[in-house]
């Protein structure tokens, strides 16, 4: 993805902006262009590392590190206090994998290909996780009024319980695609070989350089909420999930123009996994840790998409085929949701 690496000149302007004091919407727009190349790079040497660890040390690398864009982005939101914008970025990414990335793999792998085919039974069992995922989302949600109401304190451990559940979750069903990696889809890098040193030095300074802008991005949050009259709400749903996510949605895609339908719905639905059953998680003991406990308590509007979302990508998984067709159906809801999601009040969101 050479033309990504265009947006690398968005860094020094948004951090000129922001310590020179520009326009926060400037400084917002050209620290999350910035964002998406590092993200990419970020993604690319993790890529390099986890060929080079060998495939079960591999799986655990790219397993922990692909959502670290995401992570380090919403770390300086908690630490800031937008709790509501971390939760909205939990939901959105979802959203977008499942039907953003999802989507427009689909779309373009079926109108070059036609009906494409994949593996059944992993589309099967990762459908089975997907609603656990979001059955884990939705308890604490479901529950959280009527527990309140007796102990306030309690949905907070509610939260930590679900969360603890889910990682052990996750990490039983990484060892479970580790034991059977033959019958799974193999990500390896892509573009010409990285010796080791370099991939290291390009995912320490990338990373250094995504927590940077992260701050400078979160910093701009508000002025911009108040400038444009834009809501914490979408900017959590929408922005930020594509901004921390995008190198890796470009991954998907080109995989399935290429007729690796696999690895694309690899891609989609297993960074939606790891973002329910891992981020999600980490981000709720991370947050106890910095003194702004985040509870998965999500409204009403999030948990009516994310069952939707899990719904009709189940649906789309359950007969091993795919074609363009099915992937308007899925970027169609995605941009109604995007649409209701923008009119949507502060106060309701």
């Not at 262009?33 to 890529?47: K, N, V």
């Not at 982005?73 to 939760?87: D, Q, Y």
């Not at 690796?260 to 891992?278: E, K, N, P, T």
Request: charged letters at 10%; aromatic letters at 8%.
């Amino acid at each position: 993805m050479p033309f990504l690496l265009v947006l690398l000149m968005m860094v020094p302007v948004a951090l000129l902006s922001r310590y020179l004091g520009g326009p926060p919407v400037l400084t917002f727009a050209a620290a999350a262009s910035g964002i998406i190349p590092l993200a990419g790079l970020m993604g690319r040497g993790t890529e390099v590392l986890a060929a080079r660890a060998g495939h079960r040390v591999g799986g655990l690398i790219n397993g922990t590190l692909g959502n670290a864009a995401e992570l380090i982005i919403t770390f300086f939101a908690i630490r800031a206090g937008l709790l509501e914008l971390v939760k909205a970025s939990i939901t959105g990414s979802i959203l977008g994998n499942l039907l953003l990335v999802m989507g427009a793999s689909l779309v373009f792998g079926g109108l070059r290909h036609g009906v494409q085919r994949f593996n059944r039974s992993q589309a099967g069992l990762d459908a089975t996780m997907l609603i656990l995922a979001v059955i884990a989302l939705a308890i604490p949600s479901l529950f959280s009024h009527s527990i309140e109401a007796v102990n306030h304190d309690a949905v907070e451990y509610l939260s930590l319980g679900v969360a603890g559940m889910m990682l052990l979750v996750y990490l039983l069903s990484l060892a479970y695609s580790l034991s059977r990696h033959n019958d799974g889809p193999s990500h390896s890098p892509t573009g010409p070989a990285w010796p080791l040193w370099r991939a290291w030095l390009v995912l320490l300074l990338s990373t250094a350089l995504v927590a940077w802008l992260s701050e400078v991005l979160v910093a701009a949050v508000e002025p911009v909420v108040e400038h444009l009259g834009w809501t914490e709400f979408f900017i959590g749903i929408i922005l930020v999930p594509i901004v921390g996510n995008v190198a890796e949605h470009l991954v998907a895609v080109q995989a399935a123009v290429r007729d690796h339908m696999d690895l694309s719905m690899g891609v989609s639905v297993g960074s939606s996994l790891q973002v329910a059953l891992f981020v999600a998680p980490v981000l709720v003991f991370l947050s106890l840790a910095m003194g702004h406990p985040l509870t998965l308590v999500f409204n009403p509007f999030e948990l009516v998409a994310l069952i939707a979302a899990c719904l009709i990508a189940a649906l789309v998984g359950l007969d091993g085929e795919s074609n363009w067709m099915e992937g308007v159906q899925l970027l169609a809801v995605y941009l109604i949701l995007a649409l209701a999601f923008f009119f949507l009040p502060t106060s309701a969101g």
